[in-house]
């Protein structure tokens, strides 16, 4: 008992010093010196995190050894503006950056749009001004598509529509949002 007692003793003693020699050790540096040391972290940019280092540096004319300039693929017989170009570098691209995933046009062709059009032609015209990525009003009427057009066509599967005079708006039912637009015929889009 008297040794439990005598190394507790000597670890609280232990502690205490080391806890008087922490806070001496904050301030043995002078404020001269502290300064110099604040004016060290944040001497430029790109030191001590505030900016990235290469942010800065100039971009060097293209090299013929190049295959990537400004994220476009440079070499002969590339695309000028592909999907890889950063949307810095191309209005195209940064066009699609800003549109809604849910925008995006479905996946059909010209036939498939034909063969949706006319299986929904019955259908009474809804008014619903709204387009791809808006949710449609509660006030407007869903409808199944045919079984035989989500058979033919697997892209419209899961999905509902409603006539307007201005096309077919496909629209996801689960959520109600419009995820694709077929023109009528005779008008594009």
Same mark, same amino acid.
């Given at each position: ?42 001497? !430029? #940019?790109? &030191? ?6 290469? +942010?800065? /540096? $100039?971009? @060097? ?48 062709? !010209? #036939?498939? &749009? ?6 929904? +032609?019955? /259908? $009474?015209? @809804? ?63």
């Amino acid at each position: 008992m008297a040794a439990l007692r005598a190394g507790l003793i000597t670890v609280a003693i232990l502690l205490g010093v080391g806890f008087a020699l922490a806070q001496q050790g904050e301030n043995l540096a002078t404020p001269q010196q502290k300064s110099q040391q604040e004016k060290a972290q944040h001497k !430029d #940019d790109g &030191r001590a995190g505030t900016t990235e280092p290469s +942010s800065h /540096t $100039p971009t @060097a004319p293209p090299d013929a050894s190049w295959v990537f300039q400004n994220g476009k693929l440079i070499t002969p017989g590339a695309a000028a503006d592909s999907q890889t170009v950063p949307a810095k570098f191309s209005e195209r691209n940064n066009a699609l950056d800003e549109l809604p995933t849910m925008a995006f046009p479905l996946p059909l062709t !010209d #036939d498939q &749009r034909q063969r949706i059009r006319d299986a929904v +032609s019955k /259908t $009474p015209v @809804a008014t619903a001004n709204v387009h791809s990525a808006d949710l449609l009003p509660n006030d407007v009427e869903v409808r199944a598509l045919p079984d035989q057009v989500t058979a033919e066509i697997p892209a419209v599967r899961n999905l509902s529509y409603v006539r307007t005079s201005a096309g077919v708006l496909l629209i996801s039912p689960a959520n109600r949002i419009v995820v694709g637009e077929i023109a009528a015929q005779g008008t594009a889009k």
